[in-house]
């Protein structure tokens, strides 16, 4: 079958289209329809993710498509193997996706949509009113935060984006302010966007001088989720006597871990379903590629070239 392999660690150029072999092993076999390109693959070929994955192998992390019964499933496929003609998940994992929800719609709801629901829930734990700021709300997780901060009730969603026509898109999804989300001036601008005053939420996966500053704009009781590092800054050591003195909490969120949790994976999903069914959610989709052109696909990524989901199609 064909298959994207990464053969080295780097960029996108490791990335190779081969004749890989079936694949085995305990689960459904999956005829993939779509696989989801999300920027942790970016760390994963570059050999900056832990666990790294023994080379070669065969990225993406979720897929679409149809099991030997005809079921249309979604499923995680953490240890890889997505960017292929088949994939085998595991039995659990696969969901079964509404006639509502198309197979790219389904995609952009799995790891960027339930990372979206899980930081507002159950992270943030956000309460009704509250301002929300999404940073990269153009992004893959960005733009369903933004919509789902709304349907959760948030007084004021603030979307952070690198350019006008991304923070035009973050408007139109519903956020009622939106800036520039450069590292220079980003917390003036924050607050010059909630009136002058701080905020309770920031949802924060740039790293490096927006973590610090995100944490500055935080109100008593704010709570900042750091939940990525695009920047490839890091993330600053705290002082937790700093955090005490103002009120302020950091919560971290990674999603592998937080779908052991029961209820974290199958709930939350049908939630999302059922709102884009209805709807209420509108799962962007930025752009499909040919599976052979998943370089290219990656590439955009890096470059801040794709909003919403990225897609590759065997
Ligand atoms: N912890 C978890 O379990 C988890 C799960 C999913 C995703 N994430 C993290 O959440 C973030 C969003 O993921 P995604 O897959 O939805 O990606 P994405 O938002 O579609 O793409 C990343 C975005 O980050 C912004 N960005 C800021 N500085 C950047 C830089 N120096 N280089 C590249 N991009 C930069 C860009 O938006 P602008 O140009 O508008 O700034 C870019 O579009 C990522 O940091 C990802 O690692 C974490």
Request: neutral net charge; charged residues 20%; hydrophobic residues 45%.
């Amino acid at each position: 079958m064909r298959a994207i392999q990464c053969v080295r660690f780097g960029g996108p150029e490791v990335l190779r289209v081969v004749d890989a072999p079936e694949p085995v092993g305990d689960g459904l076999l999956v005829e993939v329809s779509a696989a989801g390109v999300n920027f942790a693959d970016t760390s994963r070929i570059a050999g900056r993710y832990q666990p790294t994955p023994p080379l070669p192998f065969i990225p993406g992390t979720e897929v679409v498509g149809r099991t030997a019964d005809g079921r249309r499933v979604l499923a995680h496929t953490f240890a890889g193997g997505g960017f292929a003609e088949r994939a085998v998940v595991a039995a659990g994992a696969a969901a079964t996706v509404p006639d509502e929800v198309t197979d790219t719609q389904a995609l952009a709801l799995l790891v960027q949509g339930l990372t979206a629901w899980h930081v507002l829930r159950s992270s943030a734990r956000l309460a009704p009113g509250e301002t929300v700021v999404v940073n990269a709300a153009a992004g893959g997780v960005g733009s369903l935060a933004v919509q789902l901060a709304r349907s959760f009730g948030a007084g004021r969603v603030i979307a952070a984006a690198s350019t006008p026509e991304r923070r035009a898109l973050a408007l139109s999804l519903g956020a009622d302010a939106a800036v520039d989300g450069a590292p220079d001036g980003y917390a003036d601008r924050v607050r010059a966007a909630n009136d002058g005053r701080p905020v309770n939420v920031v949802l924060e996966s740039i790293g490096g001088r927006v973590f610090t500053d995100g944490l500055d704009v935080l109100a008593p009781f704010g709570r900042l989720v750091t939940f990525g590092n695009a920047s490839r800054e890091g993330r600053p050591a705290l002082d937790p006597g700093e955090l005490a003195d103002r009120n302020r909490t950091v919560a971290g969120f990674w999603l592998r871990p937080a779908l052991e949790v029961p209820g974290a994976y199958a709930e939350p999903l049908r939630e999302l379903f059922t709102l884009t069914a209805a709807g209420a959610l509108r799962p962007l989709v930025g752009a499909e590629y040919p599976l052979a052109e998943a370089a290219r696909a990656f590439t955009d990524l890096i470059e801040r070239r794709t909003t919403g989901k990225v897609v590759l199609r065997p």
